[in-house]
């Protein structure tokens, strides 16, 4: 394996001036290669002190600040949430690219051979059959497009299939909703849904919304989890609060907040709109997947906002945030957990799942070995054209004692390559502003715990009157609460349920306390 820092074009007078600037010289060309493409940026913004502000104002509401900041969840978060940036595996199909909506931002333009699968089917039958093969069985499987609906029948049996070969799994749908009727609906749970995701948008007439809030109605009736998925278009706030009042009536269980980004195509529509991109856009450079995607100005901050004014108003539903960065930050761990232990100079940090590695320039290189040496390190990495030694960051405070100008010290920012042969090196920045999180330690809120929370069904209770469904109550645990969350449904015929009061309440353990209200 290959662990060697990249040395091309640094100066050798002076390692550490020549690596920041290698990589700041490498960000400004991204930047201009940017801009020649027409796009706008916001002025630089390096410290986002509004979304500090925000984020700690959330913490204080009880909010749960995961992923480093990337995520935040104010309630329950959906099962696939959680395991979409943790430990768990989450798959997403589709069946074509087709779809009968035209949202201005649509990802999908962007794939490979997007023309290809308009015109011709995903083969996804050999796809979960490929899945099946696998080691390690998924937590979360999901249907998205595209749009799903346009081949019902073929929705219907991948859920089917999808149920068969994973029993466990939580298998949800991505749809706009539109083209939902109450036959469908019953289809899809008895192939096996759990969780349908609406996607709103803040431009749908308002007719069309209508329709969408009426299946949302429909839905609720039997599909275990109804949540909502929308990016947050900054200036759109006031359409929003009139959007979560209604939501929160139709009684869905929550709403993700997406980060509104530019996917590199149509700029002129964002340009109409005022529209600017975030500056810096990234903190890491990187080829990331998620559809080369560049974060819109102040889109993180409305979410943000929306959430302090949803919790100010007293709406039930659960709300999360959930940012480009998150995204990117799942594929950096995919990519890079595997492989935490690829070599003991480098650590993986859980904050932002980098490889990470502490480095010592110049004349502080052998003070700093020698006192390392002396406390038992015996890992180091010397680069002689870089005039740098690096070491694992769990030494960096005993570094910063023994180094004559601390401030040189740096922290190495990594990804694994050619498939574990390889560490290719992409960013270098000042230790004092590159903490490295070294273990596991937020419990429940990090990005590590394994789909423990959310709607998540802990068990279920069927009344029966005859051969006919008269009730299906269904438990959800908020393992981090200890709250339980109740779907009360009625069978055919049957007056709808709504759900009243529940919590959990000791007594000698613990003892579920529900109240349903009838309406």
């Not at 050798?12 to 700041?24: I, M, N, Q, T």
């Not at 559809?291 to 709406?315: F, I, K, N, T, Y």
């Not at 990495?381 to 023994?402: I, K, M, N, V, Y």
Request: glycine residues 6%.
């Amino acid at each position: 394996m290959a662990v060697e820092r990249e040395t091309k074009g640094i100066d050798a007078g002076d390692g550490f001036r020549s690596a920041l600037a290698l990589y700041e010289g490498i960000e400004a060309e991204h930047m201009a290669a940017l801009k020649a493409t027409g796009v706008a940026f916001a002025p630089y913004d390096g410290e986002r002190h509004e979304r500090e502000s925000l984020l700690c104002r959330l913490r204080e509401r009880g909010a749960r600040i995961r992923n480093g900041g990337a995520s935040v969840a104010l309630g329950p978060m959906s099962v696939a949430c959680e395991a979409c940036t943790g430990s768990c595996v989450s798959r997403s199909f589709a069946l074509t690219n087709n779809c009968h909506r035209d949202c201005f931002f649509c990802f999908n333009p962007n794939q490979e051979d997007f023309a290809y699968w308009c015109e011709h089917p995903f083969p996804w039958r050999r796809q979960l059959d490929d899945l099946a093969a696998e080691p390690c069985p998924p937590a979360c499987v999901a249907l998205t497009g595209g749009e799903p609906l346009l081949m019902a029948d073929e929705a219907v049996a991948f859920f089917s299939r999808a149920a068969e070969l994973f029993p466990d799994a939580h298998l949800r749908l991505y749809t706009s909703g539109d083209l939902l009727t109450r036959d469908l609906i019953d289809r899809l749970v008895r192939a096996g849904l759990h969780e349908i995701r609406f996607s709103v948008k803040q431009d749908d007439d308002p007719a069309l919304l209508e329709k969408v809030l009426e299946r949302m109605t429909w839905a609720r009736e039997s599909v275990p989890t109804i949540m909502v998925e929308m990016p947050i278009i900054p200036g759109t706030e006031s359409f929003m609060e009139e959007l979560l009042i209604k939501l929160d009536a139709l009684g869905v269980d929550g709403i993700n907040l997406l980060e509104f980004a530019y996917s590199m195509w149509n700029w002129s529509v964002f340009e109409s709109l005022g529209l600017t991109l975030r500056n810096p856009p990234q903190r890491v450079l990187f080829d990331y997947t998620y559809a080369g995607a560049l974060a819109v100005q102040d889109s993180e901050e409305a979410c943000l906002r929306l959430m302090l004014w949803a919790r100010e108003q007293g709406l039930r539903l659960s709300l999360h945030y959930c940012s480009l960065e998150n995204k990117h930050r799942a594929q950096v761990r995919n990519m890079n957990e595997p492989f935490a232990d690829i070599h003991p100079c480098y650590a993986f940090d859980y904050d932002d799942f980098f490889l990470k590695a502490a480095v010592a320039f110049d004349d502080d290189r052998a003070p700093v070995r020698r006192a390392l040496e002396r406390k038992g390190c015996t890992h180091f990495l010397e680069d002689a054209e870089g005039r740098s030694l690096t070491f694992h960051p769990r030494w960096l405070p005993l570094a910063r004692c023994a180094a004559s100008e601390p401030d040189r010290l740096c922290v190495s920012f990594n990804i694994v390559a050619d498939e574990g042969r390889s560490l290719r090196e992409l960013k270098v920045e000042p230790a004092n502003g590159a903490p490295v999180r070294l273990a596991d330690d937020t419990g429940a809120t990090d990005a590590r715990e394994r789909c423990l929370q959310g709607f998540k069904k802990d068990g279920s209770s069927d009344l029966l009157r005859g051969n006919k469904l008269k009730i299906i109550v269904t438990m959800y645990c908020d393992k981090q609460t200890k709250r339980l969350y109740c779907a009360v449904r009625a069978g055919r015929g049957q007056p709808r349920a709504k759900v009243g009061a529940h919590a959990w309440r000791p007594n000698g353990g613990q003892r579920a306390i529900l109240c349903c209200i009838w309406r």
